[in-house]
C-alpha cells in the first residue's frame, strides 16, 4: 500500500528552509479575558520577527480580521478567514513532509482536543480547511497526533514522549509498537525515541516541544533546573540522563545541550506555570525564544544563541500566552519550502 514512507516522503527538520509560517489571530475574549490585549501584542511581536524571513498565513475571524489586518498588515502576510477554537496551531494543522524531489505533502491526523481537555469549535476543522487553499498530496490517518508531539531530526530519528502518545486519552487501542510503526510510515523515520514525562501543569500531557529539541543531526538541547524550587527539577534531570543513553537512527550517540530552565514562573494566581524556553521557533533567519521574567531569561536566550551561529537570537515575552497554555512554537506551524 502506498504510504508517505514508500513513497520518498518525510518530515523535515525545522532548521530547513521554510516558505512560510501559519498561525491564527488571538481573538476569543471568553477564552484570553482581560489579558487578550496583551496576548494580541505578545503575538504581533511574534509575527514581526517571523516575517523578517518568512510568509505570514495568519488564520482570522470574521469579527477580528480588521484588527488583525490594521496591526500586521505591513508585514508579508496572507490573511485566511478560517474558524478556528484557539490559536495552538502546531497541533490543528496538517504536518508538512518533502519527498526527495522537494514535492511538498501534508499529513493529516484525527483531533481530539488533546485527549477531550479542550474540545473548542472548529478546531477539528482547521487543517482540512486549511489543506482547501494548498495543492498539496495529502495522507490521511485515522488516529490522534499532534504536531508539537514529535520532533524529528530530517535524517530519520523522531523524539516523541510516552506520557503523550502512550496516553490511554489519544490512542487507546494502539500500543508501543503499532505507534511506532505508524509514525515512521508518517515521518518518513526509521526510529523512534521515548522520553518518559513532561513538565507539571502541562495541558498537552508532556508534548515533546516543551521539554527536548533537535537543534541539528544527533544533536537534541533539553534544560537544566539552576534552583531546587525548579518543579520540574527531578523530571529535568531525569530527561537529560534519559538523553544520554539514546543513539540515533544512524547510530551515532545523542549530544546532549543543556540550557537553564526558568525554574518557577507562576501565573497571577500563583499557579505554576509550563514555562519552557525550549518551546522556541526557529526561522530562516532566527531562533525566537519564549522569556517569562524569570532571571534566567538572558541566560537561556544566551545559551540558545550558542548552538545557532548563523540565526538571531530573540527573546520576546510569551508569558501571557503561556496562560493558554503553550508559548512560540505551540502557535506556530511551519511550511518547508
Known amino acids: 500500500m502506498e ?21 491564527a489571530f488571538p481573538s476569543h475574549r471568553d477564552l484570553w479575558l482581560e489579558y487578550l490585549d496583551i496576548v494580541q501584542a505578545e503575538f504581533v511581536a511574534l509575527a514581526k520577527a517571523i516575517s523578517t524571513s518568512e510568509q505570514l498565513e495568519i488564520l482570522v475571524l470574521e469579527e477580528t480580521a480588521a484588527l488583525a489586518k490594521q496591526l500586521l498588515g505591513d508585514l508579508p502576510v496572507c490573511f485566511h478567514q478560517i474558524p478556528f477554537g484557539d490559536i495552538w496551531m502546531r497541533d490543528m494543522t496538517p504536518i508538512y513532509i518533502k519527498n526527495a524531489d522537494g514535492k511538498l505533502g501534508a499529513l493529516h491526523f484525527q483531533w481530539n482536543g488533546w485527549g477531550g481537555k479542550y474540545m473548542l469549535e472548529h478546531d477539528d476543522r482547521v487543517a482540512a480547511n486549511i489543506l482547501q487553499t494548498l495543492d498539496f498530496p495529502t495522507f490521511e490517518f485515522d488516529w490522534v497526533l499532534e504536531g508539537g508531539a514529535i520532533e524529528v531530526d530530517g535524517e530519520g530519528t523522531c523524539l516523541t514522549t510516552k506520557q503523550c502518545l502512550l496516553n490511554p486519552n489519544r490512542n487507546p487501542h494502539l500500543d508501543q509498537e503499532a505507534i511506532e510503526s505508524g509514525l515512521k510510515i508518517a515521518l518518513g523515520v526509521e526510529k523512534v525515541l521515548w522520553i518518559e514525562e513532561g513538565l507539571l501543569n502541562d495541558h498537552t500531557d508532556g508534548h515533546i516541544d516543551t521539554i527536548a529539541r533537535f537543534i541539528a543531526p544527533h544533536t537534541i538541547m533539553c534544560m537544566e533546573p539552576t534552583s531546587e524550587d525548579d518543579p520540574n527539577y527531578q523530571v529535568l534531570k531525569d530527561i537529560a540522563s534519559q538523553l544520554e543513553t539514546m543513539t540515533d537512527a544512524k547510530g551515532r550517540k545523542i549530544d546532549v545541550v543543556r540550557i537553564p530552565s526558568p525554574n518557577l514562573v ?4 500563583d ?12 526561522s530562516n533567519d532566527s531562533v525566537i525564544i519564549p522569556i517569562y521574567g524569570s532571571p534566567n ?29 503553550g508559548a512560540f512554537h505551540c502557535i506556530t506551524c511551519h511550511q518547508p519550502q
Open 3 to 23: 504510504n508517505p514512507k514508500t513513497l520518498g516522503y518525510a518530515q523535515p527538520a525545522e532548521w530547513q528552509p521554510h516558505s512560510a509560517c501559519w498561525l
Open 271 to 282: 499557579e505554576i506555570m509550563p514555562a519552557s524556553y525550549l518551546n522556541f521557533y526557529i
Open 297 to 325: 531569561d538572558e541566560l537561556a536566550v544566551q545559551a540558545i544563541a550558542k548552538h545557532f551561529p548563523n540565526r538571531k537570537a530573540i527573546g520576546l515575552s510569551a508569558k501571557h500566552i503561556l496562560l493558554g497554555g
Open 266 to 269: 507562576l501565573d497571577d494566581e
